[in-house]
């Protein structure tokens, strides 16, 4: 190692550890965490093994007997000092997001704000018992009580929107937690574990950073009861095979293709203006993003002439700038798939309206594209992209419009753009999705289920849905006589 490189190795930030039965700990191992603004490392943190999974799980079921016994009360109050923490810290962990992340700094604090929502609005959900059957005979009601322990394990776009549903669905629910963020974006969780950490009583909370090994141990462990589990469809199955042999829970967050259809009666600047929006944020990256335009022949080269205007105005940079809109892609596999996307699409003799190219210079950075005159069979109309890059096919007839959407073995979300609401209405109804929009794309709620059909997903995050998949059905039945 050259001297130059030594000393930039000494600015690294490292002052991060894992939380294991409530104390803050280090691992013989340390892994890189690159900024991806300028695709060099800025941090590192230590890297679990397996011993300290065991140390984390045996902490969590031990604090599990105290916890589940806790009452949902005294659990919102837990919940309501966590939403506290993240708001008095929301200036610097969105900061770190955004440095781990890439993307813009304002919208990396909104993702620790909406955390807030998350917590104190799952909380607020009353958990039923119900009263089954009331005769002479019998009495029988359903209660429902966690599970233990859950493993939540999340993916590097939005790490902390998606570890805190899980993780407030998980607390509410009376399940103590070990929680693994994903290799790429491990710091913003872990000092959010800080935070838990002195709020949550020892093993309730744990947080361990670690590779894509880790994950799949938490998925094997005897000690888990349930896998909160959002990452892509390919490891999805994977999670899917390997908790079967301890028959776990599982919830399965994963990837979409979305299709947005756009009808002939619509204004196509102010629809492109949120189609662009919900198709680019956060540089596509998004699950439910939309990934597909079908628009009417009416409106087609409106519609993608008012989409390259939006792509070609959008300021693109890093993500602590202020006027940047749209920042890096993530991580450097992530950006090698997204170019391989843009040559696969030129091979096919597409039409690019706006991006394309690849700026030179460090960091990973791709220009907002708009595609135009693209094959249904081509690889950005089929796979999901999770990149700035946005297909816009054309129908005529609306029910060959609904069958190219559903076509797909995704199945996340959907969206219908139309003045005529009740016929947006009827039509979403058709779409084989777990969400379906009108005049809207991308909007959830902690009191709605979120999740997705087909490959897409397996049970629901957020709303009685989800929180009843962090709980066990018991049926108590008293026999009268
Ligand atoms: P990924 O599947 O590569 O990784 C997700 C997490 O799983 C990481 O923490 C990773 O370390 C871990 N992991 C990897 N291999 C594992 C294994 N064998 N067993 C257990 N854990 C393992 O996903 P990603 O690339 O981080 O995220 C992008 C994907 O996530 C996209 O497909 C996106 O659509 C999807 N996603 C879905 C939702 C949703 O709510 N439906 C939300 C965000 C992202």
Redesign the pocket.
Known sequence: MSASQAESRSDLLTDFSHLIDGQAVTSDDWMDVINPATGRAFARCPKAVRGELDRAVAAARKAFTAWSKTGYDERVEYLKRMAEALEDSQDWLGELLTREQGKPVAQARGEIGRGKGQLTGLSSIPIPVETLVDDEDKHIELHYRPLGVVGI??????PI??ALGPIASALYTGNTIVL?????TPLTTLKIGELMGEIFPPGVVNVLA??????????EHPGIAK?S????????K??MA?CASTVKRLT?????NDPAIVLDDVDPAEVAKKLFFAGTVNSG?????VKRVYAHEKIYDALCAALAEEANKVKLGDGMDADTQLGPLQNR??YDKVRDFLEDTKKTGARFLAGGDIPEGAGYFVPPAIVTDIAEDARLVRE?Q?GPILPVLKFSDIDDAIARANDTDYG?CGSIWTKDLNKGAQLAARLEVGTAWVNQHRATHPLVP???AKQ??LGR?YSILGLLGYMEPLVISVAKK
């Open positions: 394990i999340t993916p590097w776009n939005a929107n998606l693994k963020p994903s290799p790429y670690g590779g894509d090994e880790l994950g799949q141990q938490m998925t896998i589990f959002t990452g892509s469809v390919e490891t999805g994977k999670v390997s399965l967050e994963l990837g979409g990256q998004v699950c439910m993003a596999m992530q999901e999770f996340l979120f999740g997705g897409s997903g995050q």
